[in-house]
């Protein structure tokens, strides 16, 4: 039977709905509202079923999910969110056995999210700058029990990663563009990169960057929005609230920079093409010019006087005024 154990993490839910994520320890208890629950009341529960508080209140005994273990995570920094982790997962092929490069650990919301799916042979490489941050992602990966197949490391990724042939490299940080380099050195042929900024402008300086650099292929810009509903039968509705605008995602594959250059390439021959083009319309437009001076030299020669470039004409008074103009086609005729 599927049953609460002691040093796992459990979900209590209360009546009204307030959650409590648990780590069960024998002699410990958990204080509400709604009054206290002791840990040994817990342990050997099966999932699904309730336990009461000391004053009868009934709280709901779940296993936890990835998304709970993520959302309830210690921070000092804004997360990345669990809508967007879903995508970098299934984006970047984060699978078991994957070795998978981090920089911006941050609270490590999204270390904790990969940690769980590289297992058992997989490894996560995460880098982070900033002694605070490193100590508070340290902490919550250990209180989830995922430094097993983490690694953190601090310092700055200016100098490149340690990591070579990794199979997914993603960047939260604020320039990523700085890095492109560092993180194509770092990742095996085809290998899945990822970032994520929260402003337009950074996206564009990571695309610039990959069009200038080459190297990258397959290149997807994203952003996504979950909206819930109020799960009423009669009364279904969106929620009230929502997180809106978080931030963009990018990826790419990271492929052979020969293939940019052959890029340049075909670029290059497509410039000289144009340039034949130019070259092209420039003797037909030559050629028209050529045209028109010998017809207003015609109309000249037949006592003919006006402005025929804008299909304007004057009769000219030895004329008799018998010649009409063509605005059409620019020509005079009888």
């Known amino acids: 039977m599927n049953t609460a154990q002691p040093n796992e993490f459990v979900l209590l839910i209360s009546p009204d709905d307030k959650r409590y994520l648990v780590r069960l320890t024998p002699g410990q208890r958990l204080d509400t509202h709604d009054g206290f629950i002791l840990h040994d009341a817990i342990i050997g529960q099966p999932f699904g079923a309730h336990v009461k508080t000391q004053l009868g209140h009934a709280y709901l ?35 078991p056995g994957a070795r998978v490069v981090e920089c911006g650990t941050g609270s490590g919301a999204l270390t904790l999210a990969l940690s769980r799916l590289v297992r058992p042979h997989g490894r996560i490489y995460t880098y982070e700058e900033r002694d605070d941050m490193l100590e508070r992602a340290r902490k919550n990966l250990e209180r989830a029990g995922a430094l097993d197949v983490v690694e953190l490391k601090q310092r ?32 095996k042929g085809g290998g899945f990169f990822g ?3 929260p402003t337009t402008n950074q996206v564009s300086d990571i695309l610039q960057e990959m069009e200038r650099a080459g190297g990258w292929a397959e290149i997807e810009v994203i952003e996504i ?9 009669e009364r279904l509705r969106p929620e009230d609230r929502m997180v809106a605008h978080t931030g963009y995602l990018i990826f790419a594959r990271a492929v052979e920079k020969e293939i ?14 144009g340039e034949q083009g130019r070259r092209t319309r420039g003797g037909i437009h030559d050629e028209w010019r050529a045209a028109r001076g010998n017809h207003q030299r015609q109309v000249r ?34």
């Open 301 to 334: 020669e037949r006592g003919y006087s006006g402005d025929h470039s804008r299909g304007i004409a004057k009769r000219d008074p030895d004329d008799g005024g018998r010649h009409r103009h063509s605005k059409s086609t620019g020509a005079a005729y009888p």
């Open 156 to 187: 700055d990724i200016r100098a490149g990663f340690d990591e070579r042939d990794a199979d997914a490299l993603f960047l939260d940080v604020r320039e990523p563009w700085l890095f492109l380099a560092q993180a194509h050195a770092a990742l």
């Open 195 to 197: 970032s994520l900024v």
């Open 225 to 233: 929005f979950t909206r819930h509903y109020k799960p009423n039968a």
């Open 61 to 95: 005994l779940l296993q936890p999910s990835t998304y709970d273990l993520v959302m309830r995570v210690k921070r000092i920094t804004q997360i990345v969110y669990p809508k967007e982790i879903g995508y970098i997962i299934l984006r970047m092929n984060i699978i």
């Open 260 to 273: 940019g250059d052959r890029r340049l390439e075909i670029g290059d021959e497509e410039a000289a093409d």
